[in-house]
Each structure stands twice: as structure tokens, then as C-alpha cells.
């Protein structure tokens, strides 16, 4: 058995895993620039902190992470969400310049209000921020796949972003790699044992001793908690299924905007010349490696066609990722009441992607005790996300 003696151990090398790592080292190559170590306490030191990740599968962001709708929309979500998403949007143009590579590109939204059917523009111009009311002929000029005669209000947000989530793991992965983190594959948590500074955890044929254990197991961060003698927080996992077919009706225009349905029962948008769509299915689901249903691919195609005139075909690639959501709908972020041994980094609930930067570095400062730096609105959306005291397992 390999042993390991670290300062941070993070559980789950998903984009939440990655991206502390990455802020972690961050952090440590500007004390170092400065002169100055930093411990895992946050008091001044010789050293920066040791960072190990844990990761069960054979390769990071094997779940949910690499099966993303690859979108950033600075609308979307509660204003914690929106907060932390605006900075992370805000951190992207140095990380475009660290990897000398666009990671962004403009795909606004036309959100569709469908015939027959109670969501309508009223209800999206009244949740989501900078949205307008739009017209029908616009809508479709703009999506000529739209069908007209489908629809009966439209809002568009123009200022979702399309994200290169391969070239942000990847920056990640550098940062990483760069600041010495130990990444340990196919080590799936098996025991948990107190220590008097820490924990001693069993993961594969690992022994890792950390001070800090950073729960972000994702779906599984409730058993992993369970492990570790932390109640759970009632994260339940959701599948939500994508899927890439190609358009027998007409070509695709890789420029065109992205769609949904104002009801949630779809949205599509090029992929190259071919449209990728989700059924924008919650199911519930158990923490798993999730796997696509056909009936759910069907649905959505059907869904799809009945709306434009693209004639989707079957279907050349599909995949399920699992959204984990906490009962409030907010990520739950932080040490746990009464142990600041054990750290919630878990239900980011489908926002994974877009928060990622902003919610690293907000995470690493935590464990520094420092300020992140991103300023005073984004600091108090994150304080929001504190775990609300819970009793202990017996």
C-alpha cells in the first residue's frame, strides 16, 4: 500500500476537483512569486500546501463533467449562481490567455414560448436577467429550423456563451500538474478513520493522511460523507440525457443560436453540422455511471421535430450525465458545523461548468483563509452556500 502525507486531500476529480486544485495552486505560485509559503491553515509558512486528488474512475471528469450541454449563460440559475457565474466569465479571458486558445464563443438563447402551452415570455422575462421580449418573425429569422406556426412567444438572452469545457479541464489539468498535485485514478474511498490532525483515509491501495478532506464526490458525495460519519444533506441525483443527430430537412448553420422550450422539455443547438439536443428530463436516479435511454433520445427528436423543420435522423453519439441537487437548489459549499476537517464542495446541480473558476478560487481562499478577491457581491453569494448545522451519524 502506497501512503501518502498531504495537507488537502479532494475527493472526486470531476471540474469542482479540478478546478480547487488549479485554485489551490494558483494560489501558492503567487505566495511563492511573494516571497511567502502558505499552510493549509492559512497561516504564513515555508511551504505551500500538499494537494492530493482522489478520483474512483481510471480518468478525471469521467461523469458528469465531460457530459455537459458546454454552455455558459450568465442567466441562468438563482443569483448565487449568477453571481459566481459572472465571475467565473469574468476570469476567462486570462485563462484564455494562459493557454493562448479561445474558450468562449457567443451562442445566445432564444427562449421559445410553444403553441398550447402556459410558459410563456412573461415568465422568463420575470426569472431571468437581461432577457427581452422578442418577436416571432425575429426569432425565426434568426433559427430558420424554427416553424412558425409552433410558436407563440419568444425571449431571447444574448449573452450565453459556448464553452470549450475540453480546453478548460485541460487548463485545469496544466495548473495542476504545474503546482505538484498528486492525482490518484481508479481509488475509490473505502474508510475513513479520525486522526487527532486530521483524517486517515483508504482509497484503492492507498493510505492518504490529510489535515482536509474537500468532499466533491458530486452524486456521490452524500455516501462519501456517509463514510467519513457526516449526515447526509439530502443530494439527490437527476439524469439528464444529450444526444447528437444529424438534420435530414435542411443544412446546419454552426452559427445559428441555441433553443429552448420555455416549459423545459427541450432545447437544441448546432454542433458542427449537426444538432445537439436534451430532453431536459429530471429523473431521479441513483449515483451512477448513467447511460442514455432510447426513450428519452426518441422523445426529444420527436420533440424537436414538431417544432422545426430539421427531420432529425437517428442519432450518431448520446450521453446521460447525472445533475446532483441539494434540497434548496444551491450548491452546498464549506466546512462542515462543528468540524472544519471535512469541507462540502457538492451539488452544483447542472452549474458546474459555468461557476468553476469563480467557485475554486472561492474554495481554495476559504481553505487559505484569505480574500479571493472577486469582490464584495460575489463573496456574500458564496457565504450563502454554507452547510446548515446537521446532528452527526450516531
Known sequence: MS????????????????????????????????????????????????????????????????????????????????????????LMPGIERALETSILSPRPLIWCGLRGSEAQADSVLASVPDAREGSIAEAVSRLPALRASALESIAFDENAQEVDVTALLGYYRERMHAGGVTVLQGSAVSDAQPLADGWRVTAGS???????????????????????????????????????AAATGRAVDPSWPMACDMGNTFYFRPRGTEILASPLEDSPSVAEDARPRTSDVA?????????????????????TGLRTLSPSGLPIVGREPGDPTFYWLAGQGGYGIQTSAALGRMVAADLLGRDAGLGDDVAAAFARLAPVPRPSLA
Open 299 to 319: 422523445d426529444v427528436t420527436q420533440r424537436i421535430n414538431a417544432v422545426t423543420d430539421l427531420a432529425l435522423g437517428g442519432s450518431s453519439r448520446s450521453w
Open 206 to 244: 492507498n493510505e492518504i493522511r490529510s489535515r482536509i478532506v474537500v468532499n466533491a464526490a458530486g452524486a456521490w458525495a452524500d455516501p462519501l460523507a456517509g463514510l467519513f460519519g457526516k449526515a447526509p444533506r439530502g443530494l439527490q441525483p437527476y439524469r439528464r440525457t444529450i444526444t447528437v
Open 3 to 90: 501512503v501518502y502525507e498531504t495537507d488537502i486531500v479532494i475527493v472526486g476529480g470531476g471540474i469542482a476537483g479540478q478546478s480547487l486544485a488549479a485554485a489551490l495552486v494558483d494560489a501558492a505560485l503567487v505566495d511563492a512569486a511573494a516571497g511567502a509559503g502558505v499552510d493549509a491553515a492559512g497561516g504564513a509558512g515555508s511551504d505551500a500546501p500538499r494537494i492530493v486528488v482522489v478520483e474512483s474512475e481510471n480518468t478525471l471528469g469521467h461523469h458528469t463533467s465531460s457530459r455537459s450541454a458546454s454552455q455558459m449563460q450568465p442567466s441562468y440559475g438563482p443569483p448565487e449562481i449568477r453571481a459566481l457565474t459572472a465571475a467565473t466569465l469574468g
